[in-house]
C-alpha cells in the first residue's frame, strides 16, 4: 500500500506540473491571442474575465460529479479537455472560434483545479504529513516551463497552433498514462477507510474564513501577474526587457518556498507557516510600494512570492481538515474563492492605480494579505476523524515498517 501511494503521490504531482504548463502557455501569450483574432481591447477583459467564471461553474459542476464518481474520474478526463482547449485557442481564425475553446477551457480547468486539490488533500491525509505544497511546488516549476516554451514560441515568430502542439502532443498522452495511478484516498490506510470523504455537510460559516483567504491570497497573485510588469515599466522607470523581470523571480521563489514549505509545515505546524508567510507577503508589498527604483521593486516581488506561495495550498489543506467526512465538498467550494480573487484583483488594481497611484494601488492587497493573520487560527489542525470517533491513521501506522511514505 505504501508504493500505491507513492505512486499516487507522484502522479498527482505531474498532473499539477501539466497544468502549469499549460496554464502559462495560455496567460503569457495573451497579446498573441489578441492579435490573432482580432480581439479589441474594450472586448479582451471579457474574455478575460469569463474564464475564471466559467471555471468556477466548472467547480461546482466537479462538486456534483464526485458524488457520483471519484475525484480521479474528474481529473483523468478533465485535464484532457483543458490540453485540447488549449489547442484549439492556437487552431481557430474565427472570433467565435477562440470563444468556445476558452469557454472549454473555464469549464474544465473548474473541474480540474477542483478534482487536483481534492486529491491532493486526501493523500495529505492517508501519508498523515504535509505534502500539499510540493503538489503547488510542481506547478510552480510548471509554470516557469510554460512561461519558457511560451519565451521561445515568441521569440522564434511561431504560430500560436505550431507552439502549442508538439506541447499538447507529449503532454496529453503523458497525463492519460500518469492517471493510471491516481489515488482517490477510498481505502488507502485500509478496506475500510475513506480518506477522501465525499458524504457529509459542509456548513459554509465555518469554511468562510478560508474562503476570505483564498480571495486575499489571489488578489495578491493576480496583482503580480497582471500589473507586475507595468509597474515596474511606468511606475519604476524600468526598460520593457527589465519589466518582464518580476514575474519571472516571482515563480521561482514560488517554486522555491513550495518546495521547503511542507518541511516547514511538519517542523512548525501551518498556522506558523500561514503567519510568517502573510508577514513576508506583506513585506514585499510594502517594498514595491516603496520602491525607489527597478531593481528594489524586483527585489519586493522576490520577497512576496516566497511569502504568499504558502498561503493557497494550506488554504486547501485546511479545508480538508475542517470537513474530513466531506473533503472533496469543501475543496470544490473553496476553490470558487480562487477564481473570485483573481477576478477582483486585476481590476481592483487598476481601478486604484488610474483613480490614485500605482504605488498606493500596491498597499491595498498588502492589507489584505495582512488579514490572513485574523484567521490563521483557522489552519490549525483538529483531530482527524473517519466520523465515527477513530483517529485518522498517521504515517507510522499506514507505512509501518517500509521506511516511510
Wanted: proline residues 4%; charged residues 10%; hydrophobic residues 55%.
Amino acid at each position: 500500500m505504501t508504493e500505491v501511494l507513492r505512486r499516487g503521490r507522484a502522479s498527482l504531482a505531474f498532473a499539477f506540473l501539466v497544468q502549469g504548463v499549460t496554464f502559462a502557455l495560455l496567460v503569457t501569450r495573451i497579446p498573441a491571442i489578441q492579435d490573432r483574432y482580432g480581439i479589441s481591447d474594450g472586448l479582451l477583459p471579457v474574455f478575460l474575465a469569463a474564464v475564471p467564471i466559467l471555471a468556477g461553474v466548472g467547480s461546482v459542476g466537479a462538486e456534483q460529479l464526485v458524488k457520483k464518481v471519484p475525484p480521479s474520474a474528474v481529473l483523468r478526463w478533465s485535464q484532457p479537455v483543458v490540453l485540447l482547449a488549449l489547442l484549439g485557442v492556437g487552431a481557430g481564425d474565427a472570433l467565435w472560434q477562440v470563444a468556445v475553446a476558452l469557454g472549454a477551457f473555464g469549464l474544465a480547468v473548474g473541474a480540474l483545479d477542483a478534482s487536483m486539490n481534492m486529491l491532493g488533500v486526501s493523500l495529505q491525509r492517508a501519508y498523515g504529513r504535509s505534502i500539499m505544497l510540493g503538489f503547488h511546488a510542481a506547478y510552480s516549476l510548471g509554470g516557469i516551463m510554460g512561461a519558457s516554451l511560451a519565451w521561445a514560441g515568441a521569440h522564434w515568430d511561431l504560430s500560436l497552433f505550431v507552439s502549442y502542439l508538439p506541447v499538447v502532443g507529449v503532454l496529453l498522452p503523458a497525463a492519460l498514462v500518469g492517471s493510471r495511478w491516481y489515488v482517490d484516498g477510498k481505502g488507502v490506510a485500509s478496506g475500510a477507510v475513506e480518506v477522501g470523504g465525499r458524504g457529509g455537510g459542509v456548513v459554509f460559516k465555518a469554511l468562510l474564513p478560508l474562503c476570505l483567504v483564498m480571495t486575499f491570497a489571489y488578489i495578491g497573485d493576480s496583482t503580480v501577474s497582471n500589473w507586475s510588469a507595468k509597474y515596474l515599466e511606468d511606475v519604476l522607470g524600468s526598460s520593457e526587457e527589465v519589466s518582464t523581470v518580476p514575474y519571472n523571480v516571482y515563480m521561482v521563489m514560488t517554486l522555491v518556498g513550495r518546495g521547503l514549505g511542507d518541511v516547514g509545515v511538519r517542523r512548525f505546524g501551518a498556522v506558523a507557516v500561514v503567519r510568517a508567510g502573510s508577514v513576508v507577503a506583506a513585506l514585499g508589498f510594502a517594498v514595491v510600494a516603496a520602491a525607489p527604483g527597478a531593481w528594489v521593486g524586483i527585489a519586493g516581488f522576490t520577497v512576496l512570492g516566497l511569502g504568499l506561495c504558502v498561503i493557497v495550498p494550506q488554504t486547501f489543506a485546511a479545508a480538508g481538515r475542517l470537513f474530513p467526512d466531506a473533503s472533496d465538498v469543501a475543496v470544490a467550494r473553496l476553490n470558487i474563492f480562487n477564481y473570485v480573487g483573481f477576478l477582483i484583483g486585476s481590476p481592483l488594481v487598476g481601478a486604484l492605480g488610474d483613480a490614485w497611484n500605482y504605488r498606493g494601488a500596491m498597499v491595498v492587497p498588502m492589507v489584505l494579505v495582512l488579514l490572513t493573520l485574523l484567521y490563521a487560527r483557522s489552519f490549525a489542525p483538529g483531530p482527524d476523524r473517519y466520523g465515527d470517533g477513530h483517529e485518522w491513521p498517521r504515517t507510522a501506522d499506514v507505512g509501518r515498517g517500509s521506511n516511510g511514505l
